[in-house]
Structure formats: structure tokens, C-alpha cells
């Protein structure tokens, strides 16, 4: 399962990054896909999920509002548009995904734990 992360960076407060994650046809297809970010001394938090095959999303509420995931499925990745970021969103962002064909996208679906395929990290730094 390829999953390649990409677009990590130092912003100011308020500024916007755009994450990219490539991955394949066959895993948009069959997966859900996750933007999963670790703070230092923080746990793994679910940001946001997509799954390709139904355009089923999911935001923490972290993220909603100013997060927006999306999938292109030509070019075989899935983007988190990140807006108005701030510096509590400093933290290395990975993207990960799970085997999920079906089923609501969820704060359970889209817990770190659950998922077992796992990307590099990209670091996103947010300075005040």
C-alpha cells in the first residue's frame, strides 16, 4: 500500500498549507484514508478521513471549518486543504489508511488505532 505525504512547512498563524498524500487507485477504491497528526507529547489525533468510493468525510472538530479533505482520483492522491492555521495545529502529519470498503466514517472510524497502513510524516509548523 503505497502512501506518500507531502506539503508539510512552517506558516504563520492564520496561514494555509495544502497536504498531499499519493497512494493508488486500488487503495482509494477500497480504503478509507486519514490525516492522523502527532503533537510532541501529545497521542495521535484523527484530523480528518475520506473514503474515495462513496465521498464519505470525516472532521474532528479540531479541524471542521477549517480543514477540507479531498480526493482526485486521477491523479491518485487525497489533499487536506488546511485554512487559518494556528499553533496548536503544530505537529507531524501523517497519512495512513485502513481497510474500509463500507461503514460510517466516524471519530471511532478514524482513530490512529485502526489504522494499519501508515505513511511518513510531514512536519507542519505553525509560528504565533
Known amino acids: 500500500v503505497q502512501l506518500q505525504a507531502s506539503g508539510g512547512g512552517l506558516v504563520q498563524s492564520g496561514g494555509s498549507l495544502r497536504l498531499s498524500c499519493a497512494t493508488s487507485?486500488?487503495?482509494?477504491?477500497?480504503?478509507?484514508i486519514g490525516w492522523l497528526r502527532q503533537a510532541p507529547g501529545k497521542e495521535r489525533e484523527g484530523v480528518s478521513c475520506i473514503r474515495h468510493r462513496d465521498g464519505t468525510t470525516y472532521y474532528a472538530d479540531s479541524a471542521l471549518g477549517r480543514f477540507t479533505i479531498s480526493s482526485d482520483y486521477a491523479k491518485n492522491t487525497v489533499y487536506l486543504q488546511m485554512n487559518s492555521l494556528q499553533p496548536e495545529d503544530t505537529a507531524v502529519y501523517y497519512c495512513?489508511?485502513?481497510?474500509?470498503?463500507?461503514?460510517?466514517?466516524?471519530?471511532?472510524?478514524?482513530?490512529?488505532?485502526?489504522?494499519?497502513?501508515w505513511g511518513q510524516g510531514t512536519q507542519v509548523t505553525v509560528s504565533s
Open positions: 495512513a489508511a485502513r481497510w474500509m470498503p463500507n461503514g460510517e466514517l466516524n471519530r471511532r472510524a478514524c482513530d490512529p488505532q485502526y489504522f494499519d497502513r
Open positions: 487507485k486500488f487503495v482509494l477504491n477500497n480504503y478509507a
